[in-house]
């Protein structure tokens, strides 16, 4: 059974930093690309970070710079790092992997597995 649980989600000030942490179970964790996304009240869930098997990563502009994805394989986790918060980072944070299975007739059925996110505040 798949899970992702995530956490280190809080209330930070301005400027501050906060170290999310994703735990997977339940599949092959290193075989598989990892993204973190979040969803401020009213807005879209929106990609933020991605991890490749091989460590690579990529970012959207708008968080760049401030923004750190990493995995640790031999712990089944991921991480994402987020310095120098800002207000508008406030979200709920979630990890993320796609599972892609090709079929014998037809389309690849496509799979998204999601953790139950973690609460990020960004607040004097």
């Known amino acids: 059974q798949v899970q992702l649980v995530e956490s280190g989600g809080g209330l930070v000030e301005p400027g501050g930093s906060l170290r999310l942490s994703c735990a997977a179970s339940g599949f092959t964790f290193s075989n598989y690309p990892m993204n973190w996304y979040r969803q401020a009240p009213g807005k879209e869930r929106e990609l933020v970070a991605t991890i490749n098997s091989g460590g690579t990563t990529n970012y959207p502009d708008s968080v760049k710079g401030r923004f750190t994805i990493s995995r640790d394989n031999a712990k089944n986790t991921v991480y994402l790092e987020i310095d120098s918060l800002k207000p508008e980072d406030t979200a709920v944070y979630y990890c993320?992997?796609?599972?892609?299975?090709?079929?014998?007739?037809?389309?690849?059925?496509?799979?998204?597995?999601w953790g139950q996110g973690t609460q990020v505040t960004v607040s004097q």
């Open positions: 993320n992997f796609l599972v892609v299975t090709e079929q014998p007739l037809g389309p690849p059925k496509f799979n998204a597995y």
